[in-house]
């Protein structure tokens, strides 16, 4: 077994350094507040793992792989996961209790069990339990929020990317229709041309709102297209939905993207999806280089927290929501204040004290 204390101004960069350093098996042992040198206070938190008992299990897969049959390795990989999720679970509520231990203040406490009940990871919760409390914008550290896209000032290329189903395309809608309203000059672009269909509800929504619209299957398409509509304030451009575990339906869309000069590329993700799945889909879009997260369905799910901790991990501004099919209401800019007004709008323990 391997024991180290991690040592840190916070608690939680403390439990943070763990993780980092010691991984998913990490157990944490104790923690102990101090004083350092200089007289301020610090966090040691002592985390073990237990390096003997991962070997040995590795060992075990290694030196019997010919004489398993294909059932035994099924029944060891099963084994292992289900020691490794109880082993996130134990960290997982180990360091939510230790982190709302640390919180001195009653109301911030149930501020930090509701921002954890909508699914902020606790660390964060931590963080912006008490910005919560106070009806403060959220200031967390770890979200990046970006400047809104104001194209009458500033032309803007829009690029709008992401899983299947994840409600591109109406968003996209609400988007030309919202900034057409306000006068700006939108154009639309679709490179969803492979399936039947696929660029429908856009050809009709720019024929209503009298934009010019183009669809994209070539590059001499895109020259063709972007000669065409120079003079868009607004470029919107809505593309094929992809499957993570598929490489070849995006690297073919990049080909065409490659020739468009965007200044966004909005990664849209759905707010319903498991946390695992988004954070897959995340990984997945970065070699896209987007630079925007957007989240659609908010609507759709109880835990809306866990837009924090995608945000979060893969450290890319905030950008548009969607909370509803209605084009074109039901849209917003991600901003401390909508966060925040996202998080407290759900029924719950908090809000019924607090109110
Ligand atoms: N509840 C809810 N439904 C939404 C939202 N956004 C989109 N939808 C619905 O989700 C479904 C898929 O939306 P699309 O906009 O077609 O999704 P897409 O990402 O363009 O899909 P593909 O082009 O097939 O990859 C439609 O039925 C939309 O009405 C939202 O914010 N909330
Ligand atoms: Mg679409």
């Known amino acids: 077994m391997q024991v180290k204390v991690f040592s840190a101004t916070k608690l939680h960069e403390a439990l943070s350094q763990v993780r980092q350093d010691f991984g998913p098996d990490a157990v944490i042992m104790d923690r102990l507040e101090g004083m350092d040198e200089d007289g301020n206070r610090i966090w040691h938190v002592h985390a073990a793992l237990d390096y003997e008992d991962k070997v040995e299990t590795k060992a075990n897969v290694e030196a019997r792989p010919s004489e398993q049959s294909p059932t035994d390795s099924t029944r060891l990989f099963k084994a292992s996961m289900a020691r490794l999720e109880r082993i996130v679970e134990g960290l997982g509520r180990q360091e939510s209790s230790t982190l709302r231990e640390a919180i001195d203040d009653h109301d911030s406490r149930l501020a930090f069990d509701h921002l954890v009940q909508m699914g902020v990871a606790p660390t964060y919760a931590f963080d912006m339990a008490d910005d919560f409390v106070q009806r403060r914008p959220i200031s967390a550290s770890v979200l990046r929020w970006s400047e809104r896209i104001v194209p009458k000032e500033e032309p803007a290329t829009v690029l709008l990317t992401g899983p299947s189903g994840a409600g591109k395309t109406t968003l996209l809608a ?93 990664l849209v993700v759905p707010a319903n999806m498991d946390e695992m799945d988004g954070m897959e889909i995340l990984e997945r879009a970065g070699t896209l280089e987007v630079n925007r997260l957007a989240f659609t369905k908010l609507d759709e799910t109880s835990r809306p927290g866990k837009i924090v901790n995608w945000a979060a991990a893969f450290g890319i501004d905030l950008s548009y929501c969607s909370f509803g099919p209605e084009v074109p209401e039901q849209m917003g800019w991600l901003t401390p204040q909508a966060l925040t007004a996202l998080l407290s709008s759900q029924d719950s323990k908090y809000v019924k004290e607090a109110a």
């Open 174 to 266: 609400k988007l030309a229709t919202h900034y057409s309203l306000k006068g700006v000059r939108v154009a639309v672009l679709s490179t969803d041309t492979n399936r039947m269909g696929g660029t429908d509800m856009l050809k009709s929504y720019s024929e209503i709102l009298g934009i010019p619209f183009f669809t994209i299957r070539t590059q001499a398409d895109v020259e063709e297209a972007l000669d065409a509509t120079k003079s868009a304030q607004l470029l919107l451009v809505d593309s094929e939905g992809w499957n993570v575990r598929r490489k070849s339906g995006i690297r073919k869309q990049r080909e065409l993207w490659d020739e468009i000069p965007f200044t966004h590329r909005v």
